[in-house]
Nanobody
Framework: QVHFVESGGGLVQPGGSLRLSCAAS????????IGWFRQAPGKEPEGVSC????????YYRDSVLGRFAISRELAKNAVYLQMNSLKPEDTAVYYC???????????????????????WGQGTQVSVSS
């Protein structure tokens, strides 16, 4: 099993920036895809951005393309999400997710379809408001 600890969320004004961190423990994830997902109140979780830990291939949902950037740090078993030009509609709890049933899963596939049995951590709250 893998345990994720998400951090870096907060309250920011529209147009502001935040950098989220996701530290994984329990298993080295260098052969897996990891994604940032978010869940706004009353809505289903949605994939925001995902990355292949093995080759760095990335995927972004259309609404964050050009504003968010995902990166990985293999030595720390960590993934980051740089969020710029934040909008009120980005307000949500942000979580890390992987799919341990499939090595080298396409990051786009993970972001679009998620994991069959997602194991959500505590997440980090991102609030964008003036």
């Amino acid at each position: 099993q893998v345990h994720f600890v998400e951090s870096g969320g907060g309250l920011v004004q529209p147009g502001g920036s935040l950098r989220l961190s996701c530290a994984a423990s329990g298993l080295f994830l260098d052969d897996y895809a990891i994604g940032w997902f978010r869940q706004a109140p009353g809505k289903e979780p949605e994939g925001v951005s995902c990355i292949s830990m093995s080759d760095g291939v990335t995927y972004y949902r259309d609404s964050v393309l050009g504003r968010f950037a995902i990166s990985r740090e293999l030595a720390k078993n960590a993934v980051y999400l740089q969020m710029n030009s934040l909008k009120p509609e980005d307000t949500a709890v942000y979580y890390c997710l992987t799919d341990l049933t499939q090595r080298d899963r396409d990051p786009g596939d993970l972001c679009i379809f998620g994991a069959e049995t997602p194991d959500w951590g505590q997440g980090t709250q991102v609030s964008v408001s003036s």
